[in-house]
């Protein structure tokens, strides 16, 4: 089956940890992004990747970081600068960034930190 | 950075009566796209808005888009328990980025 994947769907950590969240899609797209959502908050864009081995930041990247080895892979590092790293991640894929096509989206990743 | 405006941020309705969502931006838009997200679920698209003044209907949606480009609503005929979740609209405002903003969304819960 084509898609994009997140793992896992539920992620606890301690405080202080980094931790990373897993993104692949088979969709042979060449745009990746991961999205943040809170309570009311709406998706709030962390980073984007228009192409393999290049990203760019997004509107709330402190704190997070990613890599783009793989077309397939755009993996979410939170590390332990992210001062409030509980929420949903949300990662997306669409064919290419400049075409403005639609964007699929993965389950989502709900992290916990405690 | 770009921001878009949608309202309300929630409605609730009884099953039957009719649900508007709007989102609206200070600039003109290169296009705007509404998804779905059922509680619990992830973002699904809907449909694309492109072209000034664009209507587009699917069953008992119909989404247009302004005549500046500037706003856009969704609008849903006899709601039915099925039309719950959230609406939110995407934005993209064009250049070289191609990145969507998403509005907060509306949050639709219906009365059976």
């Known amino acids: 089956d084509g898609g994009i994947t997140q793992s896992p769907k539920y992620l606890f950590r301690k405080e202080g940890q980094n931790v990373t969240l897993s993104c692949e899609q088979n969709l042979n797209h060449d745009a990746m992004y991961w999205y943040r959502q809170d309570p009311g908050q709406g998706l709030r864009l962390i980073y984007y990747s228009q192409i393999v081995n290049d990203f760019q930041k997004g509107d709330i990247a402190e704190g997070y970081s990613v890599s783009r080895e793989k077309k397939e892979s755009f993996p979410l590092t939170v590390t332990s600068a992210q001062k409030n790293p509980t929420a949903f991640y949300l990662c997306?894929?669409?064919?290419?960034?400049?075409?403005?096509?639609?964007?699929?989206f993965g389950q989502g990743t709900r992290l916990t930190v405690v | 950075g770009q921001q878009v405006m949608q309202i309300p941020q929630y409605q609730h309705v009884q099953e039957g009566e009719d649900f508007t969502t709007y989102c609206n931006s200070s600039?003109?838009?290169?296009?705007i796209q509404w998804y779905k997200q059922r509680p619990g679920g992830h973002p699904v698209f809907l449909i694309q808005l492109v072209k000034s003044g664009e209507v587009k209907k699917q069953k008992r949606l119909t989404f247009q888009f302004g005549e500046a480009k500037k706003n856009s609503s969704l609008h849903i005929t006899a709601t039915q328990t099925t039309d719950v979740g959230t609406y939110f609209c995407?934005?993209?405002?064009?250049?070289?980025?191609?990145?969507?903003?998403f509005g907060k969304g509306t949050k639709l819960s219906v009365k059976p």
């Open positions: 997306a894929s669409s064919i290419q960034a400049l075409m403005n096509t639609e964007a699929f």
């Open positions: 995407a934005a993209n405002y064009g250049g070289s980025q191609g990145n969507l903003i």
């Open positions: 600039t003109t838009l290169s296009n």
